[in-house]
C-alpha cells in the first residue's frame, strides 16, 4: 500500500509540477519567453524523476538491510 500511495504521489508530482512551472515561469520569470518557460519545465520533470529514482533506491537498500538482520537473526537462533 505505501509503495503505490508513493507512486500516485510522483506521478501526480510529475503531472502538476512541470505544467505549473512552465505556466509560473512563463509569466513571471521569463516575460513571456516560451522556449526558456519549456526548459524550465523540462528541468522540473527531471527533478521529479530523479526523486523518485533516489526515493526507491534508499527504500530497497532498507529493505534489504533489514532482510540480512532478519537472516541473521534467525541465524544466531538455530545455533
Known amino acids: 500500500r505505501a509503495a503505490l500511495m508513493k507512486l500516485l504521489f510522483f506521478a501526480a508530482t510529475l503531472a502538476i509540477l512541470p505544467m505549473s512551472s512552465y505556466f509560473f515561469t512563463e509569466k ?5 519567453n516560451s522556449n526558456y518557460a519549456a526548459i524550465t519545465a523540462v528541468c522540473a520533470a527531471n527533478i521529479v524523476l530523479i526523486a523518485y529514482i533516489v526515493v526507491s533506491l ?3 537498500k532498507q529493505s534489504f538491510k533489514e532482510a540480512e538482520e532478519k537472516k541473521l537473526s534467525e541465524t544466531k537462533k538455530e545455533r
Open 58 to 60: 534508499v527504500e530497497d
Open 28 to 32: 513571471y520569470v521569463w516575460s513571456g
